[in-house]
Each structure stands twice: as structure tokens, then as C-alpha cells.
């Protein structure tokens, strides 16, 4: 019975994680299209998708038809609740709004939240074995966070800014903040990566 659940679990963040990988489409976007049409398109995403959770929430059956829809993609308290997709597309516009003068800081963020959230939740559903923090955070999928950060961030800084900013993203992504890190990460990181660039 155990392993039926963890077995569960595993696909229901594989399914979610496959979608968060859509964010990947984010920073390659970013670097084709205009900068204002890139805050515009981010900002336009938020809305659009404050509008559609509203609807969902005020509706029941309209919600159960989403959560059937996507079923596995939403998590337990997401059910009733806003989704943490608002948080994600609200970190995106943030980061893409106050960062838009270096694409590097931006585009490299964006990556971190893309690809380092992603491969740390799938690591540590399938190989996590020590559980740290308050959170379930597990060692295994903070170290592939870090990795993945780090190796990302050598395409566009130096080995010792992707070293500290690989670092502080994944510290972000594992401690406990009273903000979802979808929203932190790529803000923060970005503010960072502007500081040290």
C-alpha cells in the first residue's frame, strides 16, 4: 500500500512538474520578442489567470470540471484554494519588469525557477531519502537544484557569480518563507545576479 502511494505521488509530480516545464518556454520568448511586449504578455498572464481563478473558486462546478480536467496537476490544498500558478506568472512578470535592462539576469532567474524547481521536486519525490526542514525538503533535490542552478548559470555569468547565485536560489527553494518560492526565487535571484553583475 505503500509504495501504491509513493508510487502515486511520483506520477502526480511528474504531471505537475511536466507543466511547470512550460515556464521553459518563458525565457526563450523573452529573448525573441521586445521587451515590452514580453512585460505586457507576463503581466497579461497574471490577470488572465486571476480572472479564470476567480471563476474556478466562485464556481464549484465549473472547479470540479478544471480539477477533472487536470486532475493530478493540483495539490491537495490548491483544490479550494488559488493555485500556485498565480505566484509563478506574478514572480515571472516581477522579474521580467524590474530586471529588463540585463537579459543574461533575467533570462538566467527565469531558468532557475524553469529548470532547478523542477528537477529538485522530481529528484526528491523519486531519490529523496534525507528529509530536511520543516517543509520535507529533501538533501537529494536541493543538491540537483544546486547543480542544475549552477551549471545553467555558466552560460551567462562568471563561475563565481553562478556559484553564489546557484547557492542562494537553491536556499530559496528549500527554506520555509512565508511567500510561495515560485514568486521569491526568480525576483530575488534576479536582484542578486543584478547586484553581482
Known amino acids: 500500500m505503500k509504495t501504491e502511494l509513493t508510487n502515486l505521488k511520483v506520477q502526480q509530480e511528474i504531471k505537475r512538474k511536466s507543466l511547470h ?9 523573452y529573448n525573441i520578442l521586445p521587451c515590452n511586449t514580453s512585460v505586457i504578455i507576463s503581466a497579461s498572464l497574471v490577470i488572465i489567470d486571476l480572472i479564470l481563478e476567480t471563476i474556478r473558486l466562485l464556481y464549484p462546478s465549473t472547479n470540479r ?8 496537476t493540483y495539490r ?5 484554494n488559488v493555485s500556485t500558478l498565480i ?33 529538485a521536486a522530481l529528484v526528491g519525490v523519486m531519490f529523496g531519502k534525507i528529509k530536511l526542514g520543516s517543509r520535507g525538503k529533501s538533501l ?15 552560460f551567462f555569468v562568471k563561475v563565481e557569480y553562478a556559484f553564489i547565485s546557484a547557492f542562494f536560489a537553491a536556499a530559496i527553494e528549500f ?12 525576483v530575488f535571484t534576479a536582484g542578486l545576479l543584478s547586484v553581482l553583475v
Open 140 to 154: 537529494e533535490g536541493s543538491t540537483a537544484f544546486f547543480v542544475i542552478a549552477f551549471l545553467c548559470g555558466l
Open 87 to 119: 505566484w509563478t506568472l506574478s514572480g515571472i512578470f516581477l522579474t521580467i519588469f524590474l530586471f529588463s535592462e540585463n537579459k543574461n539576469v533575467v533570462t538566467l532567474s527565469l531558468l532557475y525557477l524553469a529548470l532547478g524547481d523542477t528537477i
Open 175 to 186: 527554506l520555509p518563507l512565508p511567500l510561495d518560492d515560485n514568486f521569491v526565487l526568480p
Open 21 to 29: 516545464l512550460l515556464t521553459l518556454l518563458v525565457p526563450l520568448l
Open 76 to 80: 491537495e490544498k490548491e483544490k479550494e
Open 65 to 72: 470540471l478544471i480539477l477533472k480536467v487536470f486532475e493530478g
